[in-house]
């Protein structure tokens, strides 16, 4: 029977299924976002069944993501990993932001343009870089549906860097090369985390430290708030598959399995929230990240040129929201989404070849050489392991 490992092999490191993965996953992100901003904060996705397929789509990402970086960081040395990282997502990110607050913020803004740059949001705006996410600008939004939210997708920035601490950790206490060690340390994060989880622990109440009126509760809430602590695990479960890709079977029962399991029991337990459902079945939706990943799919056409799926994830939401300020009466979520994916599409595809992609090849100025060990060993190359 073949293995996650010996398909990954195969194609010499590159899973011939997951440039589809990321680009079906942003386009779903940008399919959820426009019944929250088209309608506002209806509970769309509560419907059994359809509560967990939303809910899927940023574990299976941060899955994902754990997967392919697991590979990078296992041949790069921790200055070099870190600066790989670093190369990959602050430059659109930076873009991201320079360009909704002195472009879309003064086009959209409702208040004087001396009050919108000489206010404490626009400037508190650029924190976004550093992954201290501000999501308001002054007058800008304010009267959609889901109001006042320039980008609500910046949210996951400060888990996404989180993740990023967690496998430097890895790298400097040298658990990559002990796959036993880093399930170990998953298991544990694991159970700290839903121990927080159910004690309803906070910065607040980490020995009364801070107070949430206060700065450091606000920035320690950014990167260990609950709304998002199940990512570091979802992450590092990606890690754990990758390192024993080996032992893993690629099977089709298994993955049906992995599907009809939560699909199930969001129908038998209809009250019981999609994402809590994610985090029970979370070894599951690994699994079928990587079933995904390792099947030989056609890449969407147009999008096999690059890749577009940070652009999508990234700039959709303002372009999502602007779309509504311009057209109010476009109440619809499917036409939202129709004209919405074109334009996210778009502006994807120049920030690909025209910042990400350029700045990509200035790796070639910097050692990302692998380190001493097994090189017969293929692994994902370092371009391949984005977000």
Not at 10 to 16: A, D, M, S, V
Not at 73 to 92: E, Q, T, W, Y
Not at 182 to 199: D, E, Y
Not at 283 to 306: D, E, N, Q, S
């Amino acid at each position: 029977m073949k293995t996650i490992g010996s398909v990954l092999d195969e194609h010499r490191g590159i899973g011939p299924g997951f440039d589809f993965l990321r680009i079906f996953l942003a386009i779903m992100v940008l399919f959820s976002h426009s019944f929250l901003i088209a309608e506002g904060e209806k509970f769309q996705f509560s419907k059994p069944g359809i509560t967990v397929l939303q809910a899927t789509i940023l574990p299976m990402f941060f899955a994902l993501s754990g997967f392919l970086i697991t590979g990078s960081a296992m041949r790069l040395r921790l200055k070099d990993f870190l600066l790989n990282r670093g190369i990959r997502i602050v430059p659109a990110l930076s873009v991201d932001i320079v360009f909704a607050a002195l472009i879309l913020g003064p086009i959209f803004t409702t208040v004087s343009l001396q009050a919108y740059f000489s206010s404490y949001e626009f400037w508190s705006y650029f924190a976004n870089i550093f992954g201290v996410i501000h999501y308001v600008l002054p007058g800008v939004f304010e009267h959609n549906p889901f109001p006042a939210i320039v980008n609500g997708s910046l949210w996951t920035v400060p888990y996404e860097i989180g993740c990023y601490v967690i496998m430097s950790a890895l790298i400097i206490f040298g658990l990559l090369k002990r796959p036993w060690a880093t399930l170990g340390a998953t298991v544990a994060v694991t159970a700290i985390i839903i121990a927080f989880s159910i004690n309803r622990v906070n910065p607040a109440t980490l020995g009364g430290t801070f107070q949430p009126d206060s700065a450091g509760f606000k920035l320690l809430n950014h990167f260990i708030g609950s709304k998002g602590l199940m990512l570091y695990v979802n992450f590092m479960l990606g890690a754990v598959f990758f390192l024993f890709r080996h032992s893993i079977p690629k099977h089709g029962i298994i993955a049906l399995v992995c599907v009809a399991a939560p699909m199930t029991a969001s129908l038998i337990f209809p009250d019981v929230e999609g994402s809590t459902l994610c985090i029970i079945f979370a070894p599951m939706l690994v699994y079928l990240m990587a079933y995904i990943g390792m099947t030989p799919i056609p890449r969407i056409p147009l999008y096999h040129r690059g890749d577009y799926s940070y652009g999508i994830y990234l700039y959709g939401y303002p372009f999502q929201q602007g779309l509504v300020t311009l057209f109010p009466k476009l109440t619809s979520p499917w036409l939202h989404f129709a004209i919405s994916l074109p334009i996210a599409t778009l502006v994807a595809m120049g920030s690909w070849h025209f910042i990400e992609k350029p700045i990509l090849k200035l790796r070639k100025k910097f050692s990302f050489t692998a380190q001493k060990g097994n090189h017969a060993q293929h692994l994902p190359n370092a371009q391949a392991a984005t977000k």
